[in-house]
């Protein structure tokens, strides 16, 4: 595999039908914007991936197909060398349309109508959708914040607002929007918290493998046990979202028979080719490529908060642990949320996520999407700069 990766390198998405760049007028109100805020790459998905599909394409048909052995061995083999996680194939099981669907799965057989489900946020936007549209209600526990502006689980806080009809915690590990990667300590809390009070914690860990140096991700099965479900995906991995493939892992074969029911119910026990083909290629052979990416996208987390240290005073980037996203502080600014929107699409031409879009708790945030060439990331920069300046 060719070890020069051109990450500076930029690859035109406009008039493709990308969601990110060409979906601009209908949620920014102008189509030319710099989009940073759906979290895909904007490099491109590793050669060994294309050339594997491209291989698959020689087969003419494209019908339905089963999981071979190979399917479990990429899996189990990638979560042991990643992670140092050895999971039994039995404790696999999968969703081929995303993790979203999957997750909405386990709230609708792991739980019933009325229902409350606790949710450390701020966290992945859709995550709390699942939950108001499966009919439970979501209980907020905002993560707590230091004097270093480093967030953490509040198990203390977790504790208080359970009540009586609570079943589930549904958690996004690595943290999507903050950057956190939670540690053994917090994780091993959460566990006894949840052994004494006889909750499921599920676990959303799509950005598992995209943590900076210095930095080591637990998955949290490996902690919680039999009272876990963790959700991964090489989609974040690898930018895949397009061919989506999720895993999950459930220890406990009676919560497995509960999904299974799930997937019985919506027919959603076959993959998408490509999906399958895809990670087969990616957890085989693309290691050098994830390791590549992720220095580079670590120097750009790096460049973002240097950036915004030296021309942006009322602005700071709380310092990532994982993904490739940056969460960022406008709340020294002292203007509100609507009106920074309103500066940043046109004023500053860039598009990020508002952070109410992870929870109330996100006010006076912004979540900006790093995983881009330097060139465009600086850009993006100075746009934001542009739309702070008086």
């Known amino acids: 595999m060719d070890m020069n990766f051109d990450f500076d390198e930029r690859v035109s998405r406009r008039g493709k039908g990308s969601f990110k760049w060409d979906d601009n007028q209908r949620l920014f109100g102008r189509p030319d ?6 979290a895909d790459m904007d490099f491109r998905t590793p050669q060994p991936i294309l050339d594997a599909i491209a291989e698959r394409c020689k087969h003419p048909v494209l019908g339905y197909e ?9 899996i189990t083999d990638w979560l042991a060398e990643r992670h140092d996680w050895q999971v039994p194939k039995e404790w696999l099981m999968f969703c081929p349309p995303s993790s979203i669907v999957g997750i909405y799965g386990l709230i609708a057989e792991l739980t019933n109508p009325g229902d409350t489900i606790l949710a450390p946020t701020p966290t992945y936007g859709p995550l709390i959708s699942l939950i108001v549209a499966n009919g439970r209600t979501i209980i907020r526990s905002p993560l707590s914040e230091d004097q270093e502006g480093r967030f953490h689980l509040d198990i203390e806080d977790l504790a208080a607002r359970l009540a009586p009809e609570t079943r589930l915690v549904l958690m996004c590990s690595p943290n999507n929007p903050v950057g956190r990667v939670f540690e053994q300590a917090e994780l091993d809390a959460l566990a006894a918290l949840a052994e004494a009070e006889n909750l499921i914690v599920v676990s959303d860990e799509v950005h598992a ?4 140096p210095g930095h ?13 479900v963790t959700v991964i995906s090489p989609n974040k991995t690898f930018n895949t979202a397009g061919i989506p493939q999720t895993t999950l892992i459930i220890p406990d074969a009676d919560l497995r028979a509960k999904f299974q029911r799930y997937l019985n119910r919506m027919q959603l026990n076959h993959d998408n080719t490509f999906g399958a083909v895809g990670m087969l290629a990616g957890y085989r052979h693309c290691g050098a490529w994830l390791e590549a990416v992720k220095q580079y996208i670590f120097a750009n987390h790096t460049l973002a908060e240097e950036f915004l240290q030296t021309e942006l005073s009322g602005v700071r980037k709380v310092r990532a642990e994982g993904t490739y996203l940056a969460w960022l502080d406008f709340r020294g600014a002292g203007i509100s949320q609507d009106e920074l929107m309103q500066r940043l699409v046109h004023k500053g031409g860039v598009g990020l996520y508002s952070g109410t879009d992870f929870g109330e708790e996100g006010r006076g945030f912004f979540r900006m999407n790093l995983a881009c060439p330097r060139a465009l990331l600086l850009e993006g920069l100075n746009g934001i700069a542009k739309a702070m300046r008086d």
């Open 33 to 38: 914007l710099l989009p940073f805020w759906v």
């Open 66 to 74: 089963i999981r071979l052995q190979e399917y479990y061995d990429v």
């Open 209 to 212: 493998d995209l943590v900076m």
């Open 216 to 228: 080591r991700h637990i998955p949290y099965g490996k902690v919680g046990g039999k009272r876990s």
